[in-house]
């Protein structure tokens, strides 16, 4: 390998800005290639999951790089659940027994700006914007970019794909022998919709994330420091009650007052944000394996690149930021040989994000259909004392 010291990482997102951090600290150079404008500069993109729930898993993975408490800072925590029954009857589940323990929603594009400004500020990191990558030869680690000034290309002996579910670097992984790769779509899509504040206040309780449990489908709301909330609408993609039936803004509005009473009295501009906020597709997506040697240079995939799941747990970033700690732990215990140390992580990590991709399907089933029922409620009551 040329130089044991030089890593290239795809994707300035999430993970790939926290892979970066920790492999600084080891004192590596860090190069990050990202297609998207510095984020530091841009507006965050229209209906892309505004938030997320950050929970311990994440919060750990930060803590060791020291940026628990900047991120936290930003962060409102939410100690349960609030459902909101049809007639707008409300109940609260905390989400541990003691009530004291809570997931945290944080804003996806001021949690990304932190953690690029964190990686930019350690010695030997440096971003390379609007340079989507188009081609890998993984033998040689040659990467090839499209930039605003045309094509670009650039070597490491290190890849490590932190571009998301749909990574270009895995797709030039799935043309390689014995490379194992599936997705799996689910029936539903979402959408973003608003909840603005209210009189300056918060129009529902910060303290909890917000769902509307509606059997087949189901509607979540997560709060933002401007004291509005972002509501995410999970719905069957055909049938009744569906994106597909409701497919102009009438027909939608009727539904969704008839359906989500109390919170349409809080959104005036759900007419706009239906028409112009995309639907989003839930994919759960597996990759085995998650490194690949060439002659002289090694890929490895992080984050949703690896496995992208569906997000009813909350956990695909908070999974994504322990590949990061488990990729530095296989470091040291190798004394940084790169390949050995990403063939032990992938093989440790597979099956965590195997079981974490089941339970989010789980998932889905309880937040729209069980949590509202009685049998349900009562065993939170006995398990609550
Ligand atoms: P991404 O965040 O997708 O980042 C990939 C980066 O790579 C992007 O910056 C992209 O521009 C860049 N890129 C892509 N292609 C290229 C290319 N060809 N060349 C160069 N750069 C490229 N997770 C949680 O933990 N909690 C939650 O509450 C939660 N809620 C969610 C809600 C929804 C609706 C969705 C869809 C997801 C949710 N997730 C949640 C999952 C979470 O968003 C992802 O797991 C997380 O963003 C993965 O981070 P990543 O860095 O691997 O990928």
């Known amino acids: 390998m040329r130089s044991r010291h030089e ?25 990050l290639y990202e297609r998207r404008p510095d984020p530091r500069e841009a507006a965050p993109e229209r209906g892309r999951s505004i938030n997320l729930a950050i929970s311990e898993r994440g919060i750990d993975a930060l ?32 989400y541990s027994a003691d009530g004291l323990r809570s997931i945290n929603s944080i804003s996806r594009s001021d949690l990304n700006r932190t953690l690029l400004d964190a990686a930019l500020a350690m010695p030997g990191v440096r971003a390379c914007f609007e340079h989507r990558l188009t081609g890998l030869d993984v033998d040689s680690g040659r990467m090839d970019f499209e930039t605003p000034d045309g094509p670009a290309t650039a070597s490491a002996p290190v890849v490590l794909a932190a571009d998301g579910a749909y990574s270009a670097v895995r797709g030039r992984l799935q043309f390689l022998p014995g490379f194992g790769f ?20 918060y129009a529902l309780d910060p303290g909890a994330l917000h769902i509307w449990p509606r059997g087949q489908a189901m509607m979540i709301a997560l709060p933002n420091p401007d004291r509005s909330f972002t509501c995410t609408l999970f719905w069957p993609k055909s049938g009744p009650g569906s994106f597909e039936a409701l497919d102009t803004v009438e027909r939608f509005e009727e539904f969704f007052a008839a359906n989500y009473a109390d919170a349409h009295a809080l959104m005036p501009d759900l007419a706009d944000d239906y028409a112009h906020n995309p639907i989003g597709h839930l994919v759960t997506m ?15 995939l992080l984050g949703d690149a690896a496995h ?11 999974c994504g930021f322990e590949d990061c700690v488990e990729l530095d732990r296989c470091l040291e215990e190798t004394g940084d040989d ?48």
């Open 63 to 94: 803590r060791r790089v020291g940026l628990d408490e900047v991120v936290m800072k930003a962060a409102l925590p939410m100690p349960g659940r609030m459902m909101h029954a049809p007639d707008g009857t409300l109940s609260f589940q905390h």
């Open 182 to 201: 599936s997705q799996e779509y689910l029936d539903y899509g979402y959408k973003e919709l608003t909840i603005p504040a209210r009189d300056g206040e």
């Open 338 to 385: 790169f390949p050995e140390a990403l063939a032990r992580y992938g093989s440790r990590r597979k099956e965590h994000a195997d079981t974490i991709a089941e339970l989010a399907l789980t998932n889905f089933v309880e937040m729209r259909d069980k949590v509202a029922s009685r049998s349900f409620l009562l065993r939170k009551r006995l398990e609550h004392g």
């Open 7 to 31: 890593v290239a990482v795809v994707g300035a997102g999430l993970v790939g800005c926290l892979t970066a951090c920790y492999l600084a600290r080891r004192g590596y150079e860090v190069t």
């Open 286 to 300: 597996r990759t085995d394996p998650w490194q690949v040697r060439g002659a002289r240079a090694v890929v490895g």
């Open 308 to 318: 992208a799941i569906v997000p009813f747990y909350g956990q695909g970033a908070n």
